[in-house]
């Protein structure tokens, strides 16, 4: 056996254990499909972009394996666990977030969002320097405003307390595979691990593996990518109807018009962290979209 096939059964494995004992979000918004109206949430047409591809601000590197298991606390002179045994414990497995649930006849792919109302969602590659992210999230913050972070799960390996930082800011996580490879050329098993490797490391790091997949290096999901995320766990992909292609770094003004000539309500907007230029058009993404009278949401509020 290869060790590509072993990786893959493992990581299979280790899902299916999960899914067995409750741990995976799967099921959300389910219900009756509605009928195609402008306000209606708007599926992919099917096509993948080959010029979405991979971000350079990613590095590539795999990061380092999970920690092991900890022994149990040796105890102190009075028979209690000492500090630094104490320390070397695990914590409790954390509390998966609170999502909204989904409107009913919500796309397995979502494009964009009701056209009809007022908010948008601002999407982001979670990948790169965790300085910038963290300054784009503040800026957010600052703000009112909510972000959508589909995360690389290589990133995670070497920034895992960027997944804490996310989700207490009341943002929200989704996966984007595990080293953000062109996924659509990718063997069914070889698409299936990459999506839940990355899942693993969302349930070990937040308690969920969260409710949405984005395909790395392609707009949108081909059918066997799709069948793949499903597999895993995830019943919807988040595509995206806006893309600024910050990730070319061009001037904060220039992205900032790119964004502003384009959105409008319902937009899914495609961004990414690790670029400075982003960090810097940020602030006055923001401004036009209030002045334009559209509230930046995340994915899951915006399609409840």
């Known amino acids: 056996m290869t060790a590509d096939r072993r990786t893959v059964l493992r990581t299979t494995a280790r899902i299916a254990a999960l899914a067995a004992t409750g741990g995976l979000l799967t099921a959300c918004g389910t219900g009756t499909l509605r009928r195609a109206d402008p306000g209606a949430l708007a599926a992919h047409p099917g096509t993948v972009d080959p010029q979405h591809t991979t971000d350079p601000a990613w590095n590539g590197a795999e990061g380092p ?15 209690e666990p000492t500090a630094a045994a104490a320390a070397a414990q695990p914590s409790a497995p954390p509390a998966p977030p609170v999502l909204p649930p989904l409107a009913p006849g919500t796309p397995a792919e979502v494009a964009y969002g009701p056209r009809t109302g007022k908010n948008v969602a601002l999407t982001f590659h979670g990948s790169g320097d965790p300085r910038l992210a963290t300054a784009l999230l503040e800026i957010a913050e600052q703000r ?31 996966n984007h595979t595990q080293n953000h490879l062109n996924i659509s050329a990718m063997t069914p098993d070889q698409a299936r691990a990459e999506i839940a490797q990355c899942a693993e490391r969302l349930q070990r790091l937040t308690g969920s593996i969260g409710r949405w997949f984005r395909p790395s290096a392609a707009q949108y999901a081909t059918p066997m990518v799709r069948e793949q995320a499903r597999a895993v766990g995830y019943e919807h992909v988040l595509s995206f109807d806006v893309d600024p292609r910050d990730y070319n770094d061009p001037s904060a003004a220039d992205l900032q018009r790119r964004v502003l000539n384009s959105v409008r309500g319902g937009s899914v907007v495609a961004l990414h962290m690790g670029h400075q230029c982003t960090v810097d058009a940020l602030p006055g993404i923001l401004d036009g979209l209030a002045k334009a009278g559209l509230a930046p949401v995340t994915a899951s509020r915006l399609c409840a």
Request: charged share 15%; net charge negative; glycine share 16%.
């Open 144 to 174: 009112g405003a909510k972000l959508t972070v589909m995360v690389v799960g290589s990133w995670l390996d070497q920034q895992p307390q960027m997944a804490r930082r996310i989700l207490d800011g009341g943002h929200e996580l989704g």
């Open 65 to 79: 394996a999970s920690p092991a298991p900890t022994a149990p606390a040796e105890p102190g002179p009075t028979g």
